[in-house]
C-alpha cells in the first residue's frame, strides 16, 4: 500500500484529530479491572487500541466497539480468564507493557506475542521491576517477545527506581500494584505523561503522587469510567507542522490535549518562532484541552535536549521536518529512546528526509538538522513506522514534485483516516 503526494502550497481548515491513543489504552484496562459499566466516548478505535480491546475480549470482559462509545462491562480483576490461544499484541508496545503489569499478578499462565516490529523491542524495563514484586517471566533473550507469564496470585509491593522516564515501565509497575498487598511506587529520573494516575484516581485507586514519585496501594476495587477522551496532540502534531511551514492559510485544531506531561511539541515550536494560539481552553474528562490554531511561520532552528523528551518523544519525527524549513542549524540530543520505537527513528527520518534533499546528521543519541533546505518529492518507505509515515506525507506537501510513500498500512496503527484528514485540509 503506498500513498502518493502531491505539493500544496496552501493548507486551510478547522479539524478534529482522533482520540487519544495512551488514553484509549489505559481506560479499555482500567474500565476492564473496574465492577460495572465503564463508557468511553471519542475513543481511539486504531489496530493498535483494538489489540488491547481483543486481549481482555479473549479473558473474557464484555467490550461493545460499536458507535462512538465504547462499553466495557468489568467484573473486577479477580474474574478475569485465561486467554486461549495466548494474546497477540500486535505492533502495540503499550499493549503488551501494560497488560503484563496485569497478568503478573493473575492465578494462570499467559503468552503475550506480537509481529515482528514489536518483537524487536526491548521488554527487559518490566520484566525486572515485575519479578521483585514475584512475577514469573520467561523471555526470549530475557528482552524479548514472547513473554510467558505465569500468574502468582500474590505479588509483593515494591518501591521500583526506574532508571528511565517510562510511562509504560511507571504503568506496568503501578497496574501490578493493584494486586499487591501495600504501597507499591514508582519514581523516575524525569516525570514521564500522567494519564495513569488520572485515570486511576478517577477510578478510585488510593493513588498519591509526590514530584517524580507515583505511589498506589492495593489490594484496589477499582469503579467504572464515564469520560470523553480528548483529540490526541501527537496526531495533532502533523498538522501544526504542516499549518506553519505552508506559504498560506491556517489550521485549528479541536479539543486536543495539552497535558502538561505532553506539551513538549508547543514548547518547541513556540521556541522555533512559531504562530501558535491556545484558544478555548478547558477541562475534559479530568484532562486539559483546548482549540490550537497555527498560521504559517518563519522558523528559526533550535536545541532540544533530554530534559523535554518524556514530553515530546513521540513527535521528534515531525519536529525534525520542522527544523529542516528553520533557519540555522538544530540539534536534537538525548533522544537514543527513538532506536527502540516501531523503527530506528533516528536512522529512518535521517534516511527517507535525506531522499528528499533535507540535509540531517545522525548521532548516536539525536540529530543535526540544517536548514532551511528545499524539499524535493521523491519515492520513500515508512519502515512500518506509522509516525515516519505522516511525518513523510507532509514532507511531500511541501516539495517540489511527487512523493510516493510505500508501506502505509501502518498509519492504521494510531490514526485511521489520516490522509483524508490531510486532503481535506489541501
Known amino acids: 500500500m503506498h500513498w502518493t503526494i ?12 482522533p482520540g487519544d491513543k495512551s488514553i484509549t489504552h489505559r481506560a479499555v484496562m482500567l474500565g476492564a479491572l473496574a465492577i460495572g459499566e465503564s463508557i468511553i466516548e471519542n475513543y481511539l478505535p486504531s489496530e493498535d487500541c483494538m489489540r488491547t480491546v481483543q486481549a481482555f475480549e479473549s479473558m ?20 478475569l480468564t485465561v486467554p486461549a490461544g495466548g494474546i497477540d499484541a500486535g ?14 499478578s493473575r492465578p494462570f499462565s499467559s503468552r503475550i506475542c506480537g509481529d515482528k516490529s514489536l ?49 509504560q515501565v511507571k504503568s506496568c509497575v503501578l497496574f501490578a500494584g493493584l494486586a499487591a498487598a501495600g504501597i507499591t511506587s514508582v519514581e523516575e529520573p524525569v516525570k514521564s505523561r500522567d ?21 498506589v496501594r492495593g489490594p484496589a476495587r477499582l469503579n ?57 481552553r478547558r477541562n475534559l474528562s479530568g484532562e486539559p484541552v483546548a482549540m490550537i490554531a497555527v498560521e504559517p511561520s518563519i522558523l528559526k532552528a533550535t536545541e532540544i535536549s533530554a530534559a523535554i523528551m518524556p514530553r515530546l518523544i513521540d513527535e521528534v519525527p515531525i519536529v525534525v521536518l520542522a527544523a529542516t524549513q528553520a533557519q540555522g542549524v538544530t540539534v536534537i540530543s538525548g533522544a537514543s529512546e527513538l532506536r527502540v520505537k516501531e523503527s ?12 528528499m534533499g533535507a540535509h540531517i546528521e545522525e548521532r548516536p543519541d539525536g540529530l543535526v538538522i540544517h536548514g532551511p533546505v528545499k524539499l524535493h518529492g521523491a519515492t520513500v518507505r515508512s519502515h512500518g513506522d506509522h509516525r515516519i509515515a505522516m511525518t513523510l506525507a507532509i514532507a511531500g506537501c511541501i516539495a517540489e514534485g511527487t512523493t510516493v510513500i510505500n508501506d502505509v498500512g501502518c498509519v492504521d496503527t494510531s490514526f485511521p483516516g489520516f490522509l483524508e484528514t490531510l486532503q481535506g485540509l489541501l
Open 6 to 17: 502531491n505539493p500544496s502550497p496552501r493548507a486551510a481548515g478547522s479539524v478534529t484529530v
Open 60 to 79: 473474557g470482559v464484555r467490550i461493545d466497539t460499536t458507535g462512538r462509545f465504547l462499553r466495557i462491562w468489568g467484573n473486577g480483576m479477580n474474574a
Open 91 to 104: 505492533n502495540s508496545g503499550t499493549t503488551v507493557r501494560l497488560l503484563s503489569g496485569i497478568l503478573a
Open 119 to 167: 518483537s524487536l523491542r526491548p521488554m527487559k524495563r518490566i520484566i525486572e521491576p515485575l519479578r521483585l514484586m514475584g512475577a514469573r517471566i520467561t523471555a526470549i533473550e530475557d528482552n524479548y517477545l514472547p513473554l510467558d507469564i505465569s500468574g502468582t496470585g500474590m505479588l509483593k509491593p515494591v518501591a521500583y527506581v526506574s532508571p528511565v522516564a517510562s510511562a
Open 195 to 215: 494519564h495513569t494516575e488520572r485515570l486511576l484516581a478517577a477510578c478510585g485507586a488510593d493513588i498519591s503522587v509526590d514530584g517524580n514519585r507515583v505511589a
Open 224 to 280: 467504572p469510567l464515564t469520560l470523553t477522551v480528548p483529540a490526541d496532540i501527537s496526531s495533532a502534531a502533523f498538522f501544526m507542522v504542516l499549518g506553519l511551514v505552508a506559504k498560506t492559510g491556517w489550521i485549528e485544531l479541536r479539543d486536543v490535549g495539552i497535558n502538561p506531561t505532553r506539551d513538549g511539541i508547543l514548547e518547541v515550536l513556540n521556541n522555533m518562532g512559531a504562530r501558535i494560539r491556545l484558544n478555548s
Open 344 to 355: 530506528d527513528r533516528i536512522k529512518t527520518i535521517a534516511a527517507e528526509l535525506g531522499a
